[in-house]
């Protein structure tokens, strides 16, 4: 099971953001972030909350416990707001829309 240093930088990953980006986006100081990435502190409580309010997409038990997978569905209304941001990559797009194809009772 990875630790949860490691979830995080598969978020940041899976996201295709960067430390800054993934930082503002969660609401802390990017030194915060640095100081997690490094081992050097362990994430709070309070930063893994706000990883799950930042991306709802996030499977809550995966990332606490490593129950499940890391994203634990995919909803339209997520999908068409994530398609019309500046941050969607066809990557993304394409896995999205496998989910969905995969995955029709959602």
């Known amino acids: 099971m990875d ?9 940041m990953k899976h996201f295709s953001m960067n430390k800054k980006k993934f930082a503002e986006k969660i609401g802390i100081q990017q030194s915060t972030l ?3 990435l490094n081992n050097r502190n362990n994430a709070s409580l309070d930063v ?3 990883i799950c309010i930042a991306f709802p997409e996030i499977n809550v038990g995966w990332l606490l416990i490593g129950r499940g997978e890391m994203i634990e569905n995919y909803r339209v209304s997520n999908i068409i ?3 019309f941001s500046k941050e969607c990559n066809v ?3 394409k896995e999205m829309l496998t ?7 959602n």
């Open 34 to 36: 640095e100081h997690i």
């Open 3 to 11: 630790s949860t240093t490691e979830k995080i930088k598969l978020i």
């Open 91 to 93: 990557h993304k797009i």
């Open 48 to 50: 893994i909350g706000k």
């Open 99 to 105: 989910y969905i194809y995969e995955h029709p009772e």
């Open 81 to 83: 707001d994530e398609i």
